[in-house]
């Protein structure tokens, strides 16, 4: 996933002006897996308290790390976020701590926060959870197969409409609700919350390759169209197993941007 913003540049928004949807308070664009993020931070208006003001941080600095608009490495000061968010210091504190939490930034006391690179550790470690809970997620749905199916498929045509128009950040929002589907349907709703936590941070580690390597959206449409035949035959272990072929693929793919 890109970050949206042309040769790292950013717009400002007047304070007469009203932000559109897809960018954030500062007024650089951010990617469409976070566009939903940023509506939480545009609808809060300045003298409205729609959005608690620590809420807005936190979804302001989510998303600007998710789109790389604050890449790793770099050093933040409360200030700056407290201006850029149109907030006081103290719901920065606070946002930044369930960020550190996330294992997105690192506080520094007085110095300011330093967004987290990417090692390669956090990559293996990423990728060996999401193997855990997608498989285990493909065992539990196997009873409830022919409804599954039917949500996948439509999934699928969104990556191949996607596909057609080269629209590489959608083909990738269609991938991630695809397998969020599978896992959801698991039933079990901390393990979403944790598989939704580790796509967050996958995003940052590689997504842009596939907008330079479109032949990895075909690649992937015939995996996940595989993965729907699956449910509707009478193996379940050809289904587990393609899935964690999938994810193998897709291990290789990120490891190999790193």
Known sequence: MGSGVADGESASVGPAETAPENLGPAGFELGDETTEIARIVAAAEPGV?????????????KAAILDRVYPG???LTEGELATAVGVSRTPVREALLRLEESG?????????????????????????????????AAAKVWPRRKQLAATLEPLVQEMRKHRRAADAKSFLEADRAFHEAIVGAAGNEILAKLY???????????????????ARMERSIGAHQEMIDALGGNSAKRFRDLVIDHIHVAATDLRGMQ
């Open 73 to 75: 490495g770099e050093l």
């Open 196 to 214: 939704n936590s580790l796509r967050d941070r996958q995003v940052r580690m590689g997504v842009p390759g596939i907008e330079v390597q479109p």
């Open 104 to 136: 997105l930034v690192k506080l520094y006391p007085k110095k300011g926060v330093l967004v987290l690179p990417v090692l390669a550790q956090e990559v293996n470690d990423v990728l060996e959870a999401r193997e855990l809970i997608e498989t285990h």
């Open 49 to 61: 308290e729609k959005i608690p003001a620590a809420e807005r941080v936190y979804a302001y600095v």
